[in-house]
């Protein structure tokens, strides 16, 4: 019973974290976007995961933006890893949990 109860608080506490990464990541995004928007940077996903492609194609168009950009991109990259490894945890404690209950 008590590695139940335990097992039950892990996977809500992950999820509150899940949650609370989501709203500062978010926050912090937007508040770069913003940035990027007003100086009409454009670039698409590609760039996102791509350095090189970045470097070569949008940094000589905006290069007194290539600090936001830098920015913009580390945190949408921590985001995505952040929450792929909370979803793989909720996952986890939750199948242990099924296995568990039974």
Do not use: C
Request: hydrophobic share 55%; no cysteine.
């Amino acid at each position: 019973m008590l590695m139940l109860i335990l097992l039950i608080s892990i996977v809500i506490g992950l999820f509150v974290a899940m949650l609370f990464l989501n709203v500062y990541f978010r926050v912090r995004v937007l508040r770069t976007y913003r940035k990027l928007v007003e100086n009409r940077v454009e670039f698409g996903a590609a760039h996102v995961f791509n350095r090189r492609k970045m470097e070569e194609e949008i940094f000589p168009q905006y290069p007194h933006m290539k600090q936001e950009i830098l920015t913009f991109v580390n945190h949408m990259q921590y985001s995505i890893r952040m929450a792929t490894v909370l979803i793989a945890l909720i996952t986890l404690f939750g199948a242990v949990l099924m296995y568990f209950r039974e």
